[in-house]
């Protein structure tokens, strides 16, 4: 084995053991007593696949491999003090180590001669126990012989309105941000705790965010009272971040006053308890999608879109709001909005109906039941157009009617029948109208029936 170099446990392993696999899909070995012990050509090796809690000896583990540049043995466990005896003896090349993690008898590892002394070792792990003289946590890859950080596919890009400066880095010294995250911006990575110069954006040049690991919480993070630089954002860019272990976005965005676009649809929100004034004060915002979040554990939407005066048009089909969840002001403050989607909220009445919502004339509802006794409102499902304020849809009829016969439809379209249950909502000279409002048709008139649910009749 001395002209190994590289090992990839991760692509094909498979669980041998059917009987009784491992709960976390993991491999579970009980020894690993010199399993790479003298793989003298050895460069890099990912063991972090590996289920250690049952490991009684990994001693020697990776003795004696002297090229080893690259380590990561995240998620281990050590199970006794004695358990990994001579692991790294000889390791003196060490250039990257990934310790992220670690639990058990941990220091047995972390306090190793082989890591302390190494000026430019770069070590990743949630608590900073080795101090390094170049901390820069990422995932790492070699290139012609070079050790350089790896992008996570975990990322936000943020598009600033004004040139700012950042003069304690996007950490700011705050425990609202953990700091597992690397910033890349203008060809260069930067450590999140060094100042940085940011120029307004004139066409791609943006900070992007890389996430080490998934983020348990979200809250305050882009506040602007915790950063006051978020208040020059105009766009993010979240549609590659991992919101899949996260269980708070209360004041996410607080403050956000510049923000002008947002799209969360693609955001896995299963795990999240609290929006609580997570919208509070983005002012500029005139369109929130948050349609295809599955939020089901939600219990606080308290002053969620506080503040939201400028908002157009919200998807929120479908959302579940817990019962006895705290709802208190959520739409407080959002008087010009002209689309709502609900679809799917079975307890519209709860979160609307006693809103300031209610007090709007001719707010489109769109929802598969009508729950909202609402006289104001037109329950009209339909899908928004943000640029020209309409209803619209992909789907639908054009009917031109004869040139000398003046009529009218006493009933509308639906004329009161089940045979036309598909049709959402008529357009008659840019106008939108109801399926059974009445409507008088002039001759060489061309009428649009947009049909938007595809339900069986």
Request: glycine residues 4%; proline residues 2%; contains cysteine.
């Amino acid at each position: 084995m001395k002209n190994l170099k590289s090992i990839n446990f991760k692509s094909n392993w498979k669980n041998c053991d059917a009987a009784s696999p491992p709960a976390n899909n993991r491999p579970r070995p009980r020894v690993l007593t010199n399993m790479l012990q003298g793989c003298t050509s050895l460069v890099s090796v990912d063991l972090s696949i590996f289920d250690t809690s049952l490991v009684e000896d990994m001693s020697s583990l990776l003795e004696g491999c002297t090229e080893l540049k690259a380590l990561d043995i995240s998620n281990f466990y050590f199970k006794s003090e004695a358990v990994a005896q001579n692991m790294l003896r000889g390791v003196e090349n060490l250039q990257y180590i990934n310790l992220d993690n670690l639990t058990g008898f941990s220091e047995q590892i972390t306090s190793l001669e082989t890591l302390n002394n190494k000026k430019n070792l770069k070590i990743c792990q949630e608590s900073q126990i080795i101090q390094s003289n170049n901390e820069l946590c990422c995932d790492m890859e070699i290139v012609n012989g070079e050790f350089k950080c790896k992008p996570s596919s975990n990322f936000i890009v943020l598009y600033y309105s004004q040139n700012c400066d950042y003069e304690k880095g996007f950490q700011l010294e705050s425990d609202y941000r953990n700091g597992r995250y690397l910033i890349f911006y203008n060809g260069e990575f930067i450590k999140n705790t060094d100042p940085l110069s940011i120029k307004k954006n004139t066409g791609g040049l943006a900070i992007t965010l890389y996430f080490y690991r998934q983020q348990k919480t979200l809250e305050k993070f882009f506040d602007k009272n915790v950063d006051s630089n978020m208040e020059y954002v105009v766009s993010m860019d979240l549609s590659n971040f991992d919101a899949s272990e996260t269980v708070s976005m209360s004041s996410m965005f607080y403050g956000c006053s510049s923000l002008k676009s947002l799209d969360l649809s693609a955001f896995d929100t299963s795990a999240v308890k609290n929006m609580n004034s997570m919208f509070y004060g983005c002012s500029s915002l005139l369109y929130i999608d948050l349609r295809n979040l599955k939020v089901t554990n939600v219990t606080d939407t308290s002053n969620m879109f506080y503040g939201c005066a400028n908002l157009k048009a919200l998807y929120l089909n479908e959302f579940k709001i817990l019962e006895n969840s705290a709802t208190d002001n959520m739409f407080s403050s959002v008087t010009n909005l002209e689309y709502l989607g609900i679809d799917h909220i079975s307890d519209a009445n709860k979160i609307i109906t006693a809103s300031p919502l209610n007090s709007i004339n001719d707010l489109i509802v769109c929802q598969s039941e009508k729950l909202i006794d609402n006289s104001g409102a037109r329950n009209i499902c339909c899908t928004y157009d943000m640029e020209e304020h309409l209803c619209k849809s992909d789907n639908y009829i054009i009917v031109n009617f004869n040139e000398s016969s003046d009529f009218v439809y006493d009933s509308g379209f639906k004329v009161g029948s089940d045979l036309r249950k598909m049709v959402s909502f008529i357009m008659k000279d840019n106008v939108m109208f109801g399926p059974e409002e009445k409507l008088e048709i002039k001759s060489n008139s061309k009428i649009e029936i947009h049909i938007f649910d595809m339900q069986q009749v």
